[in-house]
């Protein structure tokens, strides 16, 4: 059924009890031409895209729990192009542009908001920086703009912009096309398409274990039984390392809790995404209103959801120092997620030692702005064993040729990409 105010009209009429489901539940076959595992954001959008763009429709995504529970839908929403690195600028670019048609192709509001995303600079060698930054945007025809003090204020009041701030504010690197979207949105957005396309999304269905012989993947073991396939794509974000482990890869990537937070919602505050320049922050007003932020990654390695209470003080005296007026909100909730840290910082989406397997991860701290076009160019990789041309230098074996792609230069420490 396509979602259209004609279907909302002829549903009111019948008291919205003919609505079908978003997507079936079908049991698993025994065997696919592709299994991608893992029901995040970018293993849905990778099934969507084998099917829109290489017609490949015998698939199945596997997905341990429920769609959602993952980052996917606990990440603070931020979507932008602004990087450093020309192998960034060209994906994440890719990216936003699949982003600003994703509601009509998907026929499922996400709710992408382009109310631009702002780096607030703090010091002259911050500004040397996002000189150096804009201008490459500006030259691979990605919009950036740089603000003197008064144009942070007059986009940004709740920044505490004076010179008595404990951070003195010097300016910002604003990007307009950057925002946000709505994050659970997007996966039951893909899930649905790719479901009307005939992929079969399959819960509750957790992989144990590759079926591999001679170097080539057969199939998986899973909770609901064995499932062969001719290809494997291996999606599962935070729990990247253990499921790689099982096919004997072991991975440039540590797995660190990333917490979120959400204020009681107050009236329109705050109308861009903000990035603070003094340490990890990073704050964004929902429509409901709450006020959503971040900071940075709890600072050992887990794989549990759930984080530590320092850095609840850290974000919190992160938030009263960039944005006073903040201390008078009530935090709501506050939740973790697991980010897989590459090595760089830059993300993997790359074929494997093993014939037939292909992974996907180590999205740091960013990989829900690259949903579509990780998805986009995961596919073109399982569909045609070649990387696509805007993931080319995503290859796992960047890290033995030492062709590493280091956006901040921070070198292989995950807490300061
Ligand atoms: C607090 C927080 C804030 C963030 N903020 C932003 C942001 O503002 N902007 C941004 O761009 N990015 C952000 N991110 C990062 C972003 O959310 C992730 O990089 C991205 O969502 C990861 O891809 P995914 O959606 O496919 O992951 P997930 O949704 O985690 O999907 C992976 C799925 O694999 C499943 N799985 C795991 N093991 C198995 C198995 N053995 N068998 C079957 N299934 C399995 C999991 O259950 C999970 O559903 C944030 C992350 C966090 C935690």
């Known amino acids: 059924m396509r979602y259209s105010l004609k279907a909302i009209l002829r549903n009111a009429v019948t008291g919205h009890r003919n609505w079908t489901r978003a997507w079936r539940e079908p049991a698993p076959k025994k065997s696919y031409d592709v299994v991608i595992v893992g029901g995040g954001g970018h293993g849905l959008a990778t099934a969507y895209y084998l099917a829109r763009n290489h017609g490949l429709t015998n698939v199945a995504v596997l997905e341990k729990g429920f769609l959602g529970n993952g980052n996917i839908g606990r990440n603070t929403t931020v979507v932008r192009s602004n990087y450093l690195r020309p192998e960034n600028i060209q994906f994440y670019d890719h990216s936003v542009k699949l982003w600003e048609g994703l509601s009509q192709e998907l026929n499922y509001n996400v709710m992408l908001s382009q109310r631009g995303a702002l780096n607030v600079l703090h010091t002259p060698a911050q500004r040397n920086a996002a000189i150096r930054r804009g201008n490459m945007l500006r030259l691979s025809g990605v919009d950036a703009v740089l603000l003197d003090t008064a144009g942070v204020k007059k986009l940004a009041p709740l920044i505490d912009c004076s010179p008595s701030a404990r951070f003195p504010v010097l300016g910002g690197l604003f990007q307009p096309r950057g925002g946000s979207a709505r994050h659970d949105a997007v996966a039951w957005g893909f899930a649905r398409a790719a479901d009307a396309r005939g992929i079969d999304i399959i819960q509750n269905c957790e992989v144990t274990g590759f079926k591999i012989e001679r170097g080539q993947v057969h199939g998986v073991y899973t909770t609901r039984g064995a499932i062969g396939a001719k290809k494997v794509g291996i999606v599962v974000a935070g729990r990247s390392t253990l499921v790689a482990r099982m096919a004997g890869l072991r991975l440039p990537i540590e ?46 390695n887990s794989y549990a959801q759930r984080g530590n209470l320092p850095v609840v ?22 939740w973790g997620g697991i980010n897989d840290m590459s090595m760089d910082g830059s993300p993997i989406i790359s074929a494997t030692p093993v014939k037939g397997l292909y992974f996907n991860g180590g999205w740091c701290y960013g990989g829900f702005k690259a949903t579509p076009a990780s998805g986009w160019t995961f596919a073109h990789l399982i569909a045609n064993d070649q990387p696509h041309r805007f993931a080319g230098g995503y290859s796992l074996s960047r890290f033995e040729t030492g062709l590493v ?8 420490q995950p807490g300061k990409h």
């Open 255 to 300: 797995s660190h809790v990333l917490q979120a937070f959400v204020t009681e919602p107050v009236k329109p505050v705050l109308n861009t995404v903000v990035m603070f320049g003094a340490a990890h922050f990073g704050i964004v007003q929902s429509d409901k209103g709450g006020l959503v932020f971040n900071g940075d990654i709890d600072g050992y």
């Open 405 to 412: 792609i280091s956006e901040t230069g921070a070198g292989p």
């Open 313 to 334: 003080k850290e974000v919190a005296s992160c938030a009263v120092s960039f944005m006073p007026r903040l201390s008078r909100l009530r935090l709501l909730r506050h």
